[in-house]
Structure formats: C-alpha cells, structure tokens
C-alpha cells in the first residue's frame, strides 16, 4: 500500500513532543520505533485482508499502521485519552486509505464488556507489561470469535504463558491460557526498538484457539481449582485443594477418582487434568 508510512523514531519523538507526552511505567508506555519490528510482528501473527484485529495499547499508532499495512481492520482499545484523541489523526495523516478500517475504544482493555464493529478475529498487541495476564484472559473469556493472536510482554512472562507442565515457570498463566489456546513462544524482542528503552526484555506469544472440551464443569469452577493448586505450589494437591473441597479426605477423593495422584503437584498437571479434577469436585 503505497500510501500508508509507518513511524519510526524520528516520527514517534515528534508525536511525543508535539503531545508534551512522557511515558508512565504505570501504563507500561514504551513505543516501538522501529519499522522492522512491527512488521515481523504482523507477519508472525499470520493477520490478513481477512481479519478483523484488536490492538490493546496502540499509543502512539506504530503497530496499528503496520496492521493496516496489512490489509485487516483494526480496533484500537486505549485508555490513555491523550494518546486515543491523537491516534485517528496519525491514521488519517500516514494511511488515509485505510481510515475506514480503523475504529478506536478509548478505554480500559481489562474493563471492557465488548467491542465495536464485526467480530474481531485475531488479538496482537505490545501489551502493557504490568497488566499484559489479566489483559489477555480477559479479551479471550470476552471475545470468543478470536482465532489466534500475537502478543508482546515482558519475556518471563512470554515464558510462563507458553510452558508446558513441569516446567519451573509453569503456573497459573500457563493453565488458564491453556484453557482457551494453544500457546508457543514466537520470538525475542530487543530493548533498543522501544523508546524509552525498557529495563527488562520482551518475548512474543503467538496462540490459536481450541474449541472447548465438553465438560460439566464451568470455566469459573476449573480456574478455582487451578488458582487453590497453585496457591500452595509446594504442597502435593491434596493439601492444597483441602480448603476448596471441604476437607483433604474430598480432596483426595476427587483426584482420584480422576485419576491423578493425591501427593502430585499441581505443576505437573495439563488444563484437562484440572478439567477432571473440577467435575470430580462437584460431581457429589
């Protein structure tokens, strides 16, 4: 699309400057200033003509352009009002053609209740790395139509998302992911695209989404289970889901009649095992 500029850092500077804009570690702002970035971004994301994505945190617009680049539309969630009221002019000034493919939520990603236009198929963001957990389970509980996504956090965090059982960073990130996607480390990003340069590294996380197992058992119920298993994350599941299930014989009872080991840690277990746990429990 020849008509469509992405920012870099002469760009990004002059947006901040023109805003008196200085970036907050409250909000996890660290802008992307590097063209080639956001575009392997897109690439390994796999969004097209034929996606509608959702962008948390756009700041100062460098990814949402080189979305747009792609041919899919794209909408914006941004709590920042200083940053929400300059982006359309930014998309109107570097992708006039793709102004009708762009629409801008200026709010809490963790607390909206839905968004505008069709219904989104991708997620790929630079989530605010303070927030970027809670963020993501919440757009994948909320939106459902979301086929796959890329995201950029904090690289531990990348890690945790993306473990598989018996890992050392395996833990409720993991799991509850797991309940929606199948989630894969897609990549490292280095501190020097960013401006201002954060103090830790960043990874990418690329997921598809599963269809729902069948199960009697509600999503709240199983994320219970997995938040009491790894409350305690040294104790062997039996004392750690004691509490929950009103006692550690029930407990023990429940696994296993599920077929796990009483004296495993919840460490080990898949989101289906956490799955067969949770019906077990309230199958009495």
């Keep these: 699309m020849p008509d469509l500029r992405l920012l870099g850092p002469t760009e990004v500077r002059a947006l901040a400057a023109e805003l008196d804009l200085r970036p907050t570690k409250q909000r ?19 969004v097209g003509a034929d996606d509608v994505v959702v962008e ?64 989104p198929t991708a997620l790929v963001a630079n989530l605010p790395y303070n927030v970027s957990v809670p963020v993501l389970l919440h757009l994948m509980a909320l939106l459902p139509s ?45 501190r020097n695209v960013f401006w201002p340069a954060p103090n830790v590294d960043s990874g990418l996380v690329y997921w598809e989404h599963r269809p729902p197992r069948p199960t009697t058992a509600t999503r709240q119920q199983v994320f219970a289970v997995i938040d009491a298993a790894f409350a305690h994350r040294r104790k062997a599941l039996r004392g750690a889901l004691r ?15 599920a077929g796990i080991d009483p004296m495993v840690r919840g460490e080990m277990l898949t989101v289906d095992d956490f799955i067969a746990i949770t019906e077990r429990l309230h199958d009495r």
């Excluded at 996890?28 to 796999?46: H, K």
């Excluded at 929400?84 to 709010?107: H, K, M, S, W, Y």
């Excluded at 509490?243 to 009649?257: H, K, V």
């Design 28 to 46: 996890g702002q660290n802008f992307v200033i590097d063209a080639n970035t956001v575009r392997r971004i897109v690439r390994e994301s796999g």
């Design 56 to 119: 948390v945190g756009p700041g100062l617009g460098s990814l949402t352009l080189a979305i747009l680049e792609a041919g899919a539309e794209v909408t914006a969630i941004e709590i920042d009002p200083l940053l929400a009221g300059r982006l359309p002019q930014t998309i109107g000034d570097f992708a006039p053609a793709a102004v009708d493919r762009f629409r801008l939520v200026n709010e809490d990603a963790l607390r909206v209740s839905g968004v505008p236009g069709p219904e």
């Design 243 to 257: 509490e929950l299930a009103g006692s550690a014989e029930a407990a023990e009872a429940a696994l296993t009649g």
């Design 146 to 190: 979301l086929r796959k996504g890329l995201v950029m956090v904090q690289a531990e965090v990348a890690d945790r998302l993306a473990a598989p059982p018996g890992s050392k960073v395996y833990g409720v990130p993991s799991v509850k992911a797991a309940w929606y996607a199948d989630v894969r480390r897609a990549g490292a990003i280095g």
